[in-house]
């Protein structure tokens, strides 16, 4: 992708890693999974922990933050196109 323009115009960096505009989003139940897996490659070393965090990384929606208005950009089921959540006034 290389970056993504929000609707306010704001541009959204999608590479370098770690990404400060990127976050991950899992289910519940996804996370408890993850826990599991973290505790069990403890002592599986660098190649075992490297692959608990890709599968955490594609365990949910790319989600991204504008660095303008602070919306989210969620990116679900592997759409191409973002569905924008824009943050409520206080
Ligand atoms: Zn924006």
């Known amino acids: 992708m290389g970056q993504i ?5 704001g541009r959204i960096s999608t590479t370098g890693c770690p990404n400060k505009h990127e976050y991950v989003m899992i289910a519940d ?10 505790v069990a490659t403890v002592e599986g070393g ?3 922990w490297l692959n608990v965090s890709v599968q955490l990384d594609r365990a949910g929606p790319p989600v991204f933050e504008c660095p303008e208005c602070k919306g989210l950009l ?7 196109s ?4 824009i943050r409520a006034p206080d």
């Open 5 to 9: 323009i929000c609707r306010c115009g």
């Open 82 to 85: 973002p569905t924008y959540y």
């Open 46 to 48: 660098v190649d075992a």
């Open 29 to 38: 139940t996804a996370h408890e999974k993850f826990v599991d897996q973290v």
């Open 74 to 80: 969620v990116f679900w089921k592997e759409s191409h």
